[in-house]
T-cell receptor, first 109, second 116 residues
Framework: GQNIDQPTEMTATEGAIVQINCTYQ??????LFWYQQHAGEAPTFLSY??LDGLEEKGRFSSFLSRSKGYSYLLLKELQMKDSASYLC??????????WGAGTKLIIKP | SAVISQKPSRDICQRGTSLTIQCQVD?????MFWYRQQPGQSLTLIAT?????????ESGFVIDKFPISRPNLTFSTLTVSNMSPEDSSIYLC?????????????FGEGSRLTVL
């Protein structure tokens, strides 16, 4: 079967750095997405990785290792507004999006 | 990007009734999808809404329970029929804008349904 694993919940301190991991087992791979979802709101696109390595976009970076079936989302200089759920999603060989359950990130002052 | 309007944003429904959710996009889009997100769970694709033809349903979802209309490239409806408490969920409309990146989706605000 296809599976995306993320931690259920993480807590971090304002101003710090946090890394949210995602491991996947899917039938084929055509890219990995990270989405941010604030409570009661729709998910919004954060990043996309299709090749191995690090993609940096401001305070957020996303890393991919296809051989390990592994990605992480790195958030720097955490702000209170970063409190949200972070969803990992993989495009499989049929170009279907497989979603993880999301990681709820709690930022404390 | 795209601006997606969904309504109703929330509703409380009685068991056995049906509710239709509307999704309006501010531009013409080819790919439009309906998702369900139950509390604390991942997004689950219900179906792809096809313009001019029947929707394509995912495993576990059937047309009789979730009829979908797509009369044009900017609008779609999802009906949740004969509702039970298990249908309490957030229903999300999403679209893919023609780009090279497969899977970059834009979502509506969602419709939160509570079935009593």
């Amino acid at each position: 079967g296809q599976n995306i694993d993320q931690p259920t919940e993480m807590t971090a301190t304002e101003g710090a750095i946090v890394q949210i991991n995602c491991t996947y087992q899917t039938s084929g791979f055509n890219g990995l997405f990270w989405y941010q979802q604030h409570a009661g709101e729709a998910p919004t696109f954060l990043s996309y990785n299709v090749l191995d390595g690090l993609e940096e976009k401001g305070r957020f970076s996303s890393f991919l290792s296809r051989s390990k079936g592994y990605s992480y989302l790195l958030l720097k200089e955490l702000q209170m507004k970063d409190s949200a759920s972070y969803l990992c999603a993989v495009v499989d060989s049929n170009y279907q999006l497989i979603w993880g359950a999301g990681t709820k990130l709690i930022i404390k002052p | 990007s795209a601006v997606i309007s969904q309504k109703p944003s929330r509703d409380i429904c009685q068991r056995g009734t049906s509710l239709t959710i509307q999704c309006q996009v501010d531009s013409q889009v080819t790919m439009m999808f309906w998702y369900r997100q139950q509390p604390g769970q991942s997004l689950t694709l219900i179906a792809t809404a096809n313009q001019g033809s029947e929707a394509t349903y995912e495993s576990g979802f059937v047309i009789d329970k979730f009829p979908i209309s797509r009369p044009n490239l900017t609008f779609s409806t999802l009906t949740v029929s004969n509702m039970s408490p298990e249908d309490s969920s957030i229903y999300l409309c999403s679209v893919a804008i023609g780009r090279d990146i497969v899977g970059e989706l834009f979502f509506g605000e969602g419709s939160r349904l509570t079935v009593l």
